[in-house]
């Protein structure tokens, strides 16, 4: 917990290069494994920035699939000082269920 919670709003807009690594496989054409990993920020927008996805699926046709999987993203960013500091410091992840069309 929290030793001091503040509550506000505030907005901010920047831009990160994003450097992305992603697999995908077929399991006798039917079974879907996929993989992405990005990395960035780098202290050009953000000071990092990363996100893991891990998913498993079933393609039922060759235009119908579905996948579950596991996603995680973090991006720290910070910009200003003292009482104009932003800084957004954030984890979020979970389980993620999707349903594709191919075309």
């Known amino acids: ?7 506000g709003n505030a907005q901010k ?4 290069p994003v450097f992305l690594i992603r697999s995908q496989g077929l399991i006798q054409d039917k079974w879907i494994v996929q993989g ?6 780098f202290g050009i927008g953000s000071q990092f920035t990363w996100q893991g996805q891990a998913y498993v699926g079933y393609r039922f ?19 200003g000082n003292n009482a104009d500091k932003f800084t957004y410091d ?3 992840y979970g389980a993620v ?3 594709g069309f191919n075309f």
Not at 36 to 41: E, I, K, N, S, Y
């Open 97 to 99: 269920v999707r349903l």
């Open 1 to 7: 917990a929290l030793e001091n919670p503040q509550e």
């Open 90 to 92: 954030m984890a979020t």
């Open 36 to 41: 992405r990993f990005d990395f960035g920020g």
């Open 13 to 16: 807009t920047w831009f990160d």
């Open 61 to 79: 046709t060759k235009v119908f699939q579905t996948t579950i999987g596991y996603r995680y993203i973090y991006m720290l960013y910070e910009d």
